[in-house]
């Protein structure tokens, strides 16, 4: 399936800005537009066999896929909960709350489907290798990478009728995923929403944050948009922060600034040569109207 060019070109710029950030670290994994599965080909094969010889067990046992986020379900609280969330939380305002798309039955289709492959545009995983085979990754199977969920997914928007902020956003919820960014730089106002939007998973939850760019402590990056050119093309880009709300450069304004300081440190050189010689000018006619000094 054919993708418009941003969701190709976004993500690829934040991989690159990594891997000049991150050039001496191998402990960690940026996807574009990369499957993410909870188990292998012939792990799936394997739990389907096993389901189909065990329907006589019990209906609540809990499926392998399940058993492997139960440290971060994807919960729907009665009022109790929710008011003991926001004295752990603090006051929150309506821009906080988690989805209201994110349903009951959105959970049912989650938890259900646990094992059927999401597609990220952009996936970020600390902790494990950067490479793992010649070819690399084609896609990110969660059972092959230590059970290691992606912290960081994000999603962008080209049409009105998107499942970011339903669907996806309660399957990564239900996987675990800690931090979720939709950019949706063409629509959101259609759909009351912020052109870049930063979710952050507590106690099983999304929780909307505040404050662009948006600093994800766990991750030591912020992500953040601005005016650029990037591939030849003027628009808005999404780029990484540091803590302070420094944006870090790319691989090619670092290489302009390099040619800068390059041809600044010719010049002075230039200069500087220029200088030695009008004073060894200068004293060859001093020597030869005085003749010599000694």
Request: proline letters at 4%; a negative charge.
């Amino acid at each position: 399936m054919s993708l418009p060019e941003v969701k190709n070109l976004i993500p690829n710029l934040l991989l690159a800005i990594l891997s000049e950030l991150w050039r001496d670290r191998q402990d960690w994994f940026f996807g574009v537009n990369m499957a993410i599965d909870l188990l292998t080909t012939q792990e799936q094969i394997e739990q389907s066999n096993h389901n189909d010889r065990d329907d006589s067990a019990s209906l609540d046992e809990t499926p392998k896929s399940e058993q492997l986020f139960e440290s971060q379900p994807l919960s729907l609280s009665d009022d109790s909960t929710n008011l003991e969330q926001t004295k752990q939380h603090g006051n929150r305002n309506e821009g906080d709350r988690p989805d209201p798309e994110s349903g009951r039955n959105l959970i049912h289709s989650a938890n259900q489907n646990l094992s059927t492959a999401i597609i990220a545009n952009g996936l970020l995983s600390l902790g494990i290798p950067r490479y793992r085979s010649e070819q690399g990754r084609s896609r990110y199977v969660i059972t092959t990478e230590h059970n290691q969920v992606p912290q960081f997914c994000l999603e962008i928007v080209t049409s009105a009728d998107t499942n970011a902020y339903g669907q996806k956003l309660v399957q990564y919820a239900a996987l675990g995923v800690r931090y979720y960014a939709i950019y949706n730089p063409h629509f959101w106002q259609a759909s009351d929403r912020q052109p870049l939007e930063v979710y952050k998973l507590e106690a099983g939850k999304y929780w909307q944050q505040r404050g662009e760019p948006f600093w994800m402590p766990e991750l030591v990056l912020g992500i953040g948009r601005e005016w650029g050119t990037n591939y030849g093309w003027s628009r808005e880009w999404l780029y990484w922060y540091d803590f302070r709300g420094y944006r870090y450069p790319t691989a090619t304004e670092i290489a302009e600034k390099e040619r800068l300081q390059t041809e600044l440190a010719r010049s002075q050189v230039f200069e500087l040569q220029q200088q030695v010689q009008e004073i060894t000018d200068m004293l060859a006619k001093y020597k030869q109207r005085f003749g010599d000094l000694s």
